[in-house]
C-alpha cells in the first residue's frame, strides 16, 4: 500500500474514531472548572446548574477551582485544553469580557478560543457594606466614601472580576480610588466583609442574599431597574439616587474551541434541560439570579453576549481610573 494511501487511511480511521468518541459523548468524568474560589457566585452558580447536568448526561461533573488573576488563570487554562467535552469552565462577564480591556497580554480571545454553551445565570450587582459601616442608606454611603477615601478597603476577585470591574464603575462614577483589596473569589471577600476586615464591595446578588437577610452585612442598593423578589426591601440605584449605575453580570459555561459538535449539542441540551428543572429555578431565583429566557439559551446568544460585553466594558475601564 502507498504511503499515502496508509496515512489517509489511517487519518481516515482517526476521523472514525473521533466521531465515534463524540457519538458516545461522555463515557467519564467531566471537569468542569470554576476560576474563582469555592463558595463565591460563579462556584455556587456552576454546582447548582453541574449536579442537574451530570444527572442528564449520566457522569459526574467535577468542579475544580483554579484560582488567579481575576480568572484569567483558569480561562487561559481551559482555553488550552483538550476540546473533547471532559474540561469546561464557568466563565463570565468578567473572564469574558471584562478581561479584555484589562489585561493587555491576555492569553486567549473570549470570543475565538472557547465553544460556547450558554448562559447559566445572570446576577445582578449590589452595593455591600460591612454591617458596622456608619451609613445608613446610599446617599450617606456615596458621602462616607468621599470623605473617608484614602481610609476605605474595597474588597474584590482580582483584575476584571466582576467584583473589580463593577467597583471600578461605581468608584469612577462617585470619583474616587479607595485601597483596592483582591481575593481570590468573592466567597473568601464576603467573608472578609462579615469579619469587618474591608469596607465595601460590588458583589454579584447571589453571594450576597442570605448575608444581607442575616443582618451580616449592609446592602445599600442592586443596580438594576426593578427590585430583586428575593431581596424585596433592597431599593434600587434609581430609587437611592445613583441612577447611572445600572449593571448586572452573567455566569456562562464553555467548551475549549473545536469541541466537537455532537459533544456540543448534549452540553447545550443538558444546561437548557438543568434550567427547566423546577428545583434548580427554584435554588437560583431563591438566590436572585434571572434565569435565560428560551430566546436566550445555546449558544449562539451567548457567542453574541461576549462580543457585546467586550465592546461595552472595554470603553469603560480604559476610561475609568482603575
Ligand atoms: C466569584 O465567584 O468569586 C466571583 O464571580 C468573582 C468575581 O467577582 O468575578
Known amino acids: 500500500m502507498k504511503i499515502a494511501t496508509a496515512v489517509s487511511a489511517g487519518l481516515f480511521a482517526l476521523g472514525l474514531a473521533g466521531s465515534a468518541a463524540a457519538q458516545d459523548y461522555p463515557t467519564r468524568n467531566i471537569t468542569l472548572i470554576v476560576p474563582f474560589a469555592a463558595g463565591g457566585p460563579t462556584d455556587v452558580i ?57 489585561y493587555p497580554n491576555l492569553a486567549y480571545n473570549p470570543s475565538t478560543d472557547f465553544e460556547p454553551i450558554g448562559v447559566a445565570a445572570g446576577t445582578p450587582i449590589v452595593i455591600l457594606g460591612r454591617k458596622d459601616l456608619p451609613p445608613k442608606d446610599l446617599k450617606e454611603f456615596i458621602a462616607y466614601l468621599k470623605a473617608n477615601e484614602a481610609k476605605l478597603n474595597q474588597a474584590h476577585a482580582g483584575i476584571a472580576s466582576v467584583s473589580h470591574t463593577t467597583c471600578v464603575l461605581l468608584n469612577s462614577i462617585i470619583g474616587i480610588k479607595p485601597v483596592a483589596v483582591p481575593f481570590n473569589g468573592t466567597g473568601p471577600a464576603m467573608n472578609a466583609l462579615i469579619g469587618g476586615q474591608v469596607d465595601y464591595m460590588c458583589d454579584q446578588i447571589v453571594n450576597t442574599t442570605q448575608q444581607i437577610q442575616g443582618g451580616l452585612i449592609k446592602g445599600y442598593a442592586i443596580a438594576t431597574a426593578a427590585r430583586n423578589p428575593a431581596l424585596p426591601d433592597l431599593p434600587t440605584t434609581k430609587e437611592a439616587g445613583l441612577p447611572e449605575y445600572e449593571v448586572s453580570a452573567w455566569n456562562a459555561l464553555f467548551a475549549p474551541k473545536g469541541t466537537p459538535k455532537p459533544v456540543l449539542d448534549k452540553l447545550v441540551a443538558a444546561l437548557d434541560k438543568a434550567l427547566d428543572d423546577e428545583s434548580v429555578r427554584k435554588r437560583l431565583l431563591d438566590l436572585g439570579s434571572d434565569i435565560p429566557g428560551k430566546d436566550r439559551r445555546g449558544p449562539a446568544p451567548l457567542a453574541a453576549l461576549v462580543k457585546s460585553e467586550v465592546a461595552r466594558w472595554t470603553p469603560i475601564l480604559k476610561g475609568a481610573a482603575n
Open 46 to 102: 456552576s454546582r447548582i446548574v453541574g449536579e442537574h447536568m451530570a444527572r442528564t448526561l449520566g457522569q459526574t461533573i467535577l468542579i475544580e477551582n483554579v484560582v488567579g488573576a481575576g480568572g484569567t488563570t483558569a480561562s487561559t487554562r481551559a482555553a488550552r485544553a483538550a476540546n473533547d467535552g471532559y474540561t469546561l469552565i464557568t466563565g463570565h462577564m468578567g473572564t469574558h469580557a471584562a478581561s479584555v480591556g484589562l
